[in-house]
């Protein structure tokens, strides 16, 4: 009877140990479960748990109501009033200085600029038995270049608005009839827009890329100079976006930017001959973009040059029509709204000799 009862204990114990070895293993399956789901699957799918991401998300989608002044004609008669936006993810001393920057560079902008346009529009066919290469490829490249000698004591900053996703916006206020003696300090900008369509067969590609560089200098204090750059480029549906300001590299941070105005603007029918500037990536990010491409716009309206190049062969027809121009502009702004979280801008141009 010992010999049966210990040996009844001792499978009650081997059993004891299996099934607490399986409820281990069941315990390190679910936590595997657990860090893929969290890892992997939600993260592909975007359907992660409560977290402070998504709690972000859900504050983002309720707008930002941005200040009817935002929106008030931009004016170049003395005193000029310009308006800047700086980068999200800023503080706010730093996000003012940047918005301010950016807004004497746009003053300069459409004071007067230099703007070269170059458009290649090319077509190649070729023939192969039964087969037929066909590809197409326009090219259109803007440069606008300014340089605006001001005295910076003379700039007031009228107003200001932070927003909820750290980006500063300041309206400055330029006196233009000073004495010229004083405009001892200098800004020189840069702002470039290319864009190019490549079809090949049934492939389409599309590549566009927008660039402003801005050297800042004061000439009472060098240590206040600043050098500013914003990178815009997208690739078909990719994008990547890079800000420099000074020494120091400004992330940016995927959110879901969402602007809406006090006063709620209509469409009326000219807008649907304006181009539409999204603000999923931040007012800076719109309002550069439209600028740039207005100006593009505008650019190729104005006296241009155009040669032609045609070449033909046998199985091969090829074609290149060149359009150049350069002029001397100064901008205005007929419209500027915000309608469905979309920047509406139209720029006027007017060559100066």
């Known amino acids: 009877m010992k010999y049966i009862l210990g040996a009844f204990l001792v499978v009650l114990l081997l059993n004891s140990?299996?099934?607490?070895?399986?409820?281990?293993n069941l315990n390190l399956i679910d936590q595997d479960k657990k860090k893929f789901e969290e890892n992997v699957y939600n993260k592909?799918?975007?359907e992660s748990l409560e977290t402070i991401d998504s709690e972000r998300k859900r504050y983002d989608r309720i707008?930002?109501?941005l200040p009817n002044w935002v929106f008030n004609p931009v004016d170049f008669n003395n005193p000029a009033r310009i308006i800047?936006?700086?980068d999200p993810n800023m503080t706010r001393q730093e996000a003012y200085k940047q918005a301010i920057m950016r807004a004497k560079a746009l003053y300069a902008i459409n004071k007067l600029s230099s703007i070269s346009n170059i458009t290649d529009d090319y077509i190649n066919l070729k023939e192969s038995?039964?087969?037929s290469l066909y590809t197409t490829k326009f090219q259109d490249f803007s440069l606008t270049k300014a340089e605006l000698a001001y005295n910076d004591s003379a700039i007031?900053?009228?107003?200001?608005f932070f927003t909820k996703y750290n980006e500063g916006i300041a309206l400055i206020e330029i006196n233009t009839n000073q004495n010229s003696n004083l405009n001892r300090d200098t800004i020189s900008i840069k702002g470039e827009h290319?864009?190019?369509?490549i079809e090949k067969n049934f492939k389409r590609e599309k590549i566009e890329f927008f660039n402003l560089s801005i050297q800042d200098n004061l000439e009472k204090n060098d240590t206040s100079d600043f050098f500013s750059q914003y990178n815009y480029k997208i690739v078909n549906r990719g994008y990547d976006i890079s800000s420099i300001y000074g020494n120091q590299l400004i992330e940016f941070t995927e959110r879901t930017y969402n602007y809406r105005s006090e006063t709620e603007f209509q469409k009326d029918s000219l807008d649907a001959e304006y181009d539409m500037f999204y603000l999923n990536k931040g007012l800076w990010n719109a309002f550069i973009s439209g600028v740039l491409s207005n100006i593009t716009m505008l650019s190729k309206q104005l006296s241009t040059q155009i040669k032609n190049s045609n070449d033909y062969y046998t199985q091969?027809?090829?074609?290149?029509?060149?359009?150049?121009?350069?002029?001397k502009v100064s901008f205005g702004f007929n419209d500027f709204k915000i309608i469905q979280n979309q920047f509406y801008i139209d720029l006027n141009g007017l060559i100066v000799e």
């Open 17 to 24: 140990n299996t099934f607490s070895q399986n409820e281990t």
């Open 44 to 46: 592909e799918f975007d």
């Open 63 to 65: 707008p930002e109501k």
């Open 84 to 86: 800047g936006f700086s």
């Open 129 to 131: 038995g039964r087969y």
């Open 156 to 160: 007031v900053i009228i107003d200001t």
């Open 194 to 197: 290319l864009q190019v369509f």
């Open 316 to 327: 091969t027809s090829e074609g290149l029509i060149r359009t150049v121009s350069r002029n």
